[in-house]
Structures are given as structure tokens and as C-alpha cells.
């Protein structure tokens, strides 16, 4: 199935748009990150993990299912194809295993924003899932830069299947 061109660069523009809100939308929460685990203010690390929780909630796991979708309609639409070319593969490799950590964080974000929300100053102790939560939002970015990396260069050459 091959995509018209105008339908083809609406798919790309979501695709991109999706795609680029995710790895802006775990930048931010990263920030938030850091400020959480190196601020000494109270108040900055309660509001940390509040805003960490709804922005996970609500901005990245909807991009990151967006981004997933559209990738993968995208690709089918397109000569790429999904199982043509090394660099789709490995892109929707990434984007499936980013998402199915990004979902089992949910539940360390969640007790986070919780604990914040709780508490009038979220006090010491907690280091664990903070630094995790760090951790993993570092590790977030990296790979959906390896994916945008991917998008461009379009290295490796065909699969068997191209």
C-alpha cells in the first residue's frame, strides 16, 4: 500500500511532530529530574515529582503511543516499508522497548508525585526511585536521540525482507 504524497507528508508531519513532542516532553521531565534529586529546597522537589506525574500521565505516554502508531503507519504507507530497511527496524525496536519502560515506570513515578503531593516538603530519604526516575529519563533521551539519529542517516542498507 502506497500512500497519495499529500496523505504521505501529513503522516510524516505527525509522525515528526509526535515524535520530536516525546523527546521533548522527556527532556522536560529529566529538568524536573535533576531538580528533584539535587535541589535542597522542599518545595522545588515537591513540585518536581507533582509536575513529573502529569506530565508522564498526560504528555508523554499519549506521545509515545502517538509516535509509535504513527511510525508504524507511516512506514507501511511508504516505499520504507516496516520490515525493509535496518534503520525502521531498529527505530521501531526503540520506540517499542522506550515505551514499554516508560510504562513500567509509571508506577515509581506515581508513588513519587504521590509522596509529594502528601507531604508539605517532600524530606530526604526516597533517593532510589529518584535517581531511578533520573536514571531512566537520561536513558529515555538517549535512545529517542538514536532514533532521530536513525531518521537521518539511514544507516545499515536493506533487511532480507527488502
Do not use: C
Request: hydrophobic share 55%; aromatic share 10%.
Amino acid at each position: 500500500m502506497t500512500m497519495t504524497p499529500a496523505l504521505r507528508k501529513s503522516a510524516l508531519t505527525l509522525h515528526v511532530t509526535t515524535s520530536v513532542g516525546w523527546f521533548g516532553a522527556v527532556a522536560s521531565f529529566f529538568a524536573l529530574a535533576v531538580t528533584g534529586l539535587a535541589t535542597t529546597d522542599p518545595q522545588h522537589v515537591r513540585a518536581a515529582y507533582i509536575a513529573m506525574q502529569l506530565i508522564a500521565g498526560v504528555v508523554i505516554v499519549p506521545l509515545a503511543f502517538a509516535s509509535l502508531l504513527s511510525g508504524i503507519v507511516q512506514s507501511l504507507g511508504t516505499p520504507w516499508g516496516l520490515f525493509r530497511y535496518y534503520w525502521v527496524v531498529t527505530k521501531l525496536l526503540l520506540a517499542v522497548i522506550a515505551t514499554i519502560v516508560l510504562l513500567l515506570k509509571l508506577k515509581t513515578i506515581s508513588y513519587m508525585g504521590g509522596a509529594a503531593a502528601a507531604m508539605p516538603a517532600l524530606h530526604g530519604g526516597h533517593h532510589a526511585p529518584k535517581l531511578e526516575l533520573l536514571v531512566h529519563s537520561a536513558g529515555g533521551l538517549v535512545v529517542l536521540f538514536a532514533a532521530i539519529v536513525l531518521s537521518i542517516y539511514k544507516p545499515w542498507g536493506r533487511t532480507t525482507y527488502g
